[in-house]
């Protein structure tokens, strides 16, 4: 039983679902015929989208997951690649009977709903990112050196300064809210599971490395709405690319037809958390405009 993620505080109501052998956690707020899907990203959890779900459940129906491995939902090892996501996703909506749905992404869940609807298009009506994986590519050697910097030894042992630390990197100004996610991860290194989320950590970024998605972004048609914090120091990767973050960006976007980028100053990676005002009302706007 994973009693440290257990006891986590979650803002809104906790609902599980069985989705294949995992019991999968979720949050589901707002009454809204139009529904907002939330992914988060790499290590993460769905209170990630707390600054945002507070605002954008009185207009939409506001729904984010766990994914398996990570939060309050069960902790069994997979393999962590994309296709186990993007077939994880297509059965959780199957169960919830979701219809006119917009995909909202942040990060590692930026890359798994840009796979997602390049393989399930006619699913989604909108798609929403938040600082996506997947608009960089590696080659195989670049490839192998990445997945040794995040084994889940390392992750397993990393200390209470250094997870500070690594929480820090995500934002240009790190809100005191993010004090909160910092805690819940010192507490659930207690936890009897805890290795094996690492283990899972370690294989979705594998499985990111694995499955890279731009050359197939002109397969996407539908409203796209692309957010990228101008100061993130998180994508691209600094160790393979000596570009900038605003480059990045708008290469993946160029190859998104109905496609449109906002780049956020003086902003992180984690800018729907540290920008939630301007998050939120792009969104409402956007949502508003391609009805």
């Known amino acids: 039983m994973s009693q440290t993620f257990d006891q986590i505080n979650y803002k809104f109501k906790t609902n599980f679902v069985k989705v294949y052998e995992y019991d999968v956690a979720y949050i589901d707020e707002g009454s809204s015929s139009d529904v907002l899907l939330f992914i988060h990203g790499l290590g993460s959890y769905l209170k990630a989208w707390d600054r945002n779900i507070t605002v954008l459940k009185n207009s939409f129906r506001c729904i984010a997951v766990d994914l398996p491995g ?42 798994i709903a840009l796979s997602y609807v390049i393989n399930f298009p006619d699913i989604i009506k909108k798609l929403i990112l938040a600082a996506p994986a997947g608009f960089e590519t590696f080659k195989p050697n670049e490839i192998e050196q990445l997945k040794s910097i995040i084994s889940p030894e390392i992750s397993y042992n990393t200390s209470d300064e250094q997870i500070r630390i690594n929480y820090k990197t995500n934002f240009y ?7 909160e996610m ?20 370690a294989n979705s970024l594998t499985g990111l490395l694995a499955e890279q998605v731009f050359n197939q972004l002109n397969k996407i048609n539908i409203p796209t709405l692309i957010f990228f914090g101008k100061n ?10 000596k570009t900038s973050t605003e480059e990045i960006a708008k290469l993946g976007a160029s190859q998104i037809r109905n496609s449109r980028l906002l780049l956020l100053e003086n902003c992180g990676h984690f800018l729907q958390y540290e920008i939630p005002e301007i998050f939120n009302s792009t969104v409402i706007d956007f949502i508003a405009s391609n009805k």
């Open 232 to 241: 993130d120091l998180l994508i691209p990767n600094r160790i393979h690319y």
């Open 70 to 111: 990570y939060g309050k939902s069960s902790k069994q090892i997979h393999n962590g690649t994309v296709e186990f996501y993007r077939e994880f996703l297509n059965e959780f909506i199957k169960i919830l009977d979701l219809h006119n749905i917009t995909l909202v992404g942040h990060s590692m869940g930026g890359q």
């Open 182 to 201: 910092i805690a819940d991860r010192i507490t659930i290194k207690n936890d009897e599971e805890f290795f094996n989320h690492c283990q899972i950590v």
């Open 173 to 179: 100004q790190m809100p005191i809210e993010a004090e």
